[in-house]
């Protein structure tokens, strides 16, 4: 029934990029007692134990049952100082302690007034008391209206680990309790991932890059376009290796030329002291069509390249000329939208086809209105330069996501839990009206339209009519977008349940909240390297749980006990149980790649098994499609990259035509009928992943005056009277929020840096477009679709104003416990 989830589809991702990866492991079985790192043995009162996280591998010393230093992997090339806060976040202030339930709710249930969620008001009830609770409203909701009443599409960045992996275990109950409504795709990639399989017959985002070492030995230029590696490279989505950055190292070692493509002089500006292009933001489709467009007038573009390994560059030149529309996508034209001087735009178009160049991408530029166009316009661009397949050469979509480019080891691949597949689903679900799954950005359209239809990548279906959601391992209250138009939204459902370790929003909104444990807790297995399977990391319980805190599949076990579906949930095993299953389905499939591995109870001890690298540090991606397109074609309906694409064009959306095309988003900085005069860069956090640890003591280390910082031109903030350091309001139609502005060139004029991930804090929840006193800058931004083709979400679609903020002197509150939590 349900289809693949974003969160399942990056694991099964990163799973499949290893298989489908031809490695010759063959002779090169040998697996030597070298390569198996010394790691911990289990929790214990005092000692150290070797763990894992988003942030990497790192050893923990316990003092009498408590952690006290996190000290990372000695082979990690570059840990993060965010593990302090790693650390921190066991213990922090925000953790929630206790199962509770929202007064009203338990006294009136569904009858609650809704529009009163997130005032504070719980109640500490047992355990035994939530999960009847829980029990009983999935039963109600199933028997009454259905499984496509019941949103179990929970998505975001829960922990890594095989076993508790929340998101799969909240499905694989929900899938026992009958069935429900699934999320498709994800807030990373979702335009990207729907338009590259068109293009390139594939989804390339999740995928490996030409390995580092090929780029550092080949690479002449090397642009990182809306790219910041070494900020967004810190965390992976299974256990990072960090290999990014001895690649980055590498390319700077050499002396490779890099140009940055950033509005803002981010981490890698400045790292490779790197010439730095500052497009307005929303613009890249325009600078790169008039970097096209300065192939073609002087007559720079690969025709060899363009001819054998491409289709329909001939329906898109018309429009590149202007023949098509009379408006020549020139240099001078781009200019005028992206504020680049046209010069240098040229002498960018020039440059590239001048020397081997490798265009590494971001994701922000797909993250916006009509984010399809951007990565098609690269790819396009890209095989105009005519290097696509050579070493070195060409573009790359994942050099700044979870260390893409990291040489593939030989190693087998890490299986997990399942969510159980299809207790529902098929025709007769469908019929039953709802759809199985909607694009996962989709959840406050369809909450507003029940039955009403709507549009993806060629298909059409009708929202469901959704009354309960369940969330774990995902904080919507942080990633999604417009604040104040989703809560309105979510008045629309009988009951939210929310399982988190922490008190996010999400937390404070739900009706039933559950206290989860953090991944140091509990045992687990995990995958080190998400491109580079670099070995598989035993992720040892550090502490004993906290509070009353339990795991998620301790919690999910529960209830589908209370469900009559115990036995089919655990299916007799237990926790190490499960994690040696895991293991033991490695080593089968190592075992016929030639790759020896030890037994569990030796893997368990050591806590580290390490893989040999051998083809993997010098795949080239495309080099076998660009030598012979005709043997080994793409997955797209030519078989070669899809400049024109005849599918598109059948689907006849207004707002994704069939060849890329620059097209006016909703609101841009000096756009036509710009109602606001600054541009909000809400981009991923430096010291943060998202919202996870902005609870923690690393807040003290940029907070502005308690506030999240805004970062600002000083011509801008001199225009307004605003020195650094002073409290701001940032408003728009949407919303008003509150930050602390930092005074600094790095951001152009015009635009403004509030990263996303800062906890929402209404001043009065009760009203809706309230002033949020620390800083969400979700609060703000656009909830409209990419297109109809992706439906992905616009996170860096938005303009604001920004004033000195004058009003009553307010106290953040969002980083402690509601009062009778404590
Ligand atoms: P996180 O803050 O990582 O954000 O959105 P996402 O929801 O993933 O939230 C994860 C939550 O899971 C945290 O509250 C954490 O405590 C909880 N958690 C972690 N482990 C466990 C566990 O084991 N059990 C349970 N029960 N809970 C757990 C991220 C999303 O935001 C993403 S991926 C992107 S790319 C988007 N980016 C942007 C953007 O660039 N700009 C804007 N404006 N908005 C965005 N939103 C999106
Ligand atoms: P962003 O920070 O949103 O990261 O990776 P992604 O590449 O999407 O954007 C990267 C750069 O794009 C920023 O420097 C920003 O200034 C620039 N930019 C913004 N708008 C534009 C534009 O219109 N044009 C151009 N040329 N540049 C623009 C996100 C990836 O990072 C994802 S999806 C996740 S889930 C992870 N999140 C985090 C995280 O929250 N924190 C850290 N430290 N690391 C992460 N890595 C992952
Ligand atoms: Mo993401």
Redesign the pocket.
């Known amino acids: 029934m349900t289809k693949i989830s974003g969160n399942d589809l990056r694991a099964e991702l990163s799973r499949r990029a290893f298989l489908s990866y031809s490695v010759a492991a063959g002779a090169l079985g040998l697996f030597g007692p070298s390569l198996l790192a010394k790691g911990a043995h289990a929790a214990e009162a005092n000692g150290a134990v070797m763990s894992g996280s988003h942030w990497g591998i790192f050893t923990a010393k316990v003092e009498e049952g408590r952690a006290t230093a996190f000290t990372p992997w000695e082979k990690d090339p570059h840990p993060t100082p965010?593990l302090e806060g790693v650390l921190d976040s066991i213990y922090s202030p925000s953790r929630i302690k206790y199962p509770m339930v929202r007064r009203e709710y338990l006294e009136k249930g569904i009858e609650a007034d809704r529009s009163t969620r997130g005032n504070g008001d719980f109640v500490r009830v047992s355990w035994d008391q939530a999960l009847d609770l829980i029990a009983k409203e999935i039963q109600r909701v199933e028997t009454t209206y259905g499984p496509q009443a019941v949103f179990g599409g929970s998505y975001g960045?829960k922990s890594p680990g095989r076993l508790h992996n929340c998101t799969t275990l909240l499905r694989r109950m929900l899938n026992l309790a009958g069935g429900f409504v699934n999320g498709t795709g994800d807030?990373?990639?979702a335009a990207a991932q729907v338009i590259m399989p068109h293009v390139m017959g594939t989804l390339e985002v999740y995928e490996q890059q030409t390995a580092w070492p090929v780029v550092a030995e080949n690479t002449e230029l090397m642009v990182f376009?809306?790219?910041?590696p070494i900020?967004?490279?810190?965390?992976g989505w299974v256990i990072p290796e960090h290999g990014g950055y001895t690649g980055l190292a590498a390319l700077k070692a050499k002396g490779t030329k890099v140009i940055v493509?950033?509005?803002?002089r981010?981490a890698t500006v400045d790292y490779f002291d790197a010439e730095h292009i500052q497009?307005k933001?929303?613009?890249?489709v325009a600078l790169m069509l008039g970097m096209a467009h300065t192939l073609v007038s002087e007559n720079l573009h690969d025709t060899e390249f363009l001819d054998n390994n491409t289709s329909g560059f001939d329906k898109f030149l018309p429009y590149l000329t202007g023949d098509a529309d009379g408006t020549p996508k020139s240099a001078e034209w781009a200019a005028e939208i992206c504020g680049v001087p046209a010069e240098t735009i040229k002498d960018l178009a020039r440059r590239l086809t001048g020397s081997r160049s490798m265009l590494a991408a971001?994701?922000?530029?797909q993250?916006?209105h009509h984010g399809e166009q951007a990565h098609w316009m690269l790819v396009t661009l890209a095989s105009m330069i005519g290097q696509i397949g050579l070493p070195g050469g060409g573009f790359g979509l994942s050099y700044?996501?979870?260390n893409g480019g990291t040489p593939s080891t030989d190693g087998p691949a890490l299986s997990g839990i399942t969510d159980g597949g299809a207790a529902a689903g098929g025709p007769e679900w469908l019929a039953a009206s709802g759809a199985a799954s909607i694009p996962v950005a989709r959840v406050v359209e369809m909450l507003e339209n029940p039955g009403v239809e709507f549009d993806f990548n060629g298909t059409r279906s009708t929202y469901p009519d959704i009354k309960l959601a369940y969330w774990v391992g995902g904080n919507p209250f942080t990633h999604h977008q417009d604040r104040n138009r989703m809560l309105k939204a979510w008045e629309k459902l009988d009951t939210f349940i929310v399982h988190d370790f922490q008190w996010t929003a999400t937390a404070r909104h739900a009706d039933i909240i559950l206290p989860a444990t953090t991944s140091y807790e509990r045992n687990d297995i995990e995958t080190i390297g998400d491109y580079s399977n670099l070995g598989i990391l035993a992720m040892k319980q550090v502490v004993a749980p906290l509070y009353e805190a339990k795991n998620d599949y301790d919690i999910f076990e529960a209830l589908s006990d209370k469900l009559g579906k115990k036995a089919a949930f655990n299916e007799g095993k237990d926790e190490m149980g499960w994690i040696q299953s895991f293991y033991e389905a490695a080593a089968k499939q190592g075992k016929a790649k030639g790759v020896e591995m030890p037994d569990f109870e030796t893997f368990w001890a050591d806590g580290i098994v390490e893989f040999p690298v051998t083809t993997g540090a010098s795949y080239v991606r495309y080099a076998e499609f660009r030598e012979d397109p005709l043997l080994n074609p793409l997955g797209t309906p030519t078989g070669l990259i899809e400049i024109y694409s005849k599918n598109i064009e059948k689907m006849g959306y207004d707002d994704c035509p069939a060849h890329p095309t620059w097209m006016e988003p909703l609101e841009r900085l000096d756009g036509p009928g710009a109602k606001f005069p600054l541009h909000v860069?809400a981009?991923?956090?430096?010291?943060?992943?998202?919202s996870q640890l902005n609870g923690t003591v690393l807040r003290e280390g940029y907070a502005i005056v308690g506030h999240e910082p805004c970062l600002m031109n000083p011509e801008d903030a001199a225009a307004r009277g605003i020195a650094d350091g002073d409290v701001v309001r940032v408003y728009n139609d949407r919303g008003q929020i509150l930050t602390g502005v930092k005074v600094t060139d790095a951001v152009m004029k015009g635009v403004i840096?509030i990263y996303?991930?800062g906890w929402y804090d209404p001043l009065d929840p009760a009203e809706k477009g309230t002033l949020d006193k620390y800083g969400d800058a979700n609060v703000l931004t656009a909830d409209i679709p990419t297109s109809k083709l992706g439906q992905g979400n616009c996170g860096?679609t938005v303009i604001a104003e920004v004033e000195k903020y004058t009003g009553p002197e307010v106290t953040v509150t969002a980083f402690t416990a509601p009062a009778a939590a404590e």
Not at 261 to 264: E, T
């Open positions: 965010m960045w807030y990373s990639t376009w809306a790219a910041d900020k967004t490279n810190q965390i493509i950033d509005p803002v981010t497009p933001p929303q613009t890249d971001g994701w922000s530029m993250r916006m700044h996501y979870s860069a981009s991923h956090p430096f010291n943060r992943l998202h840096q996303e991930g860096q």
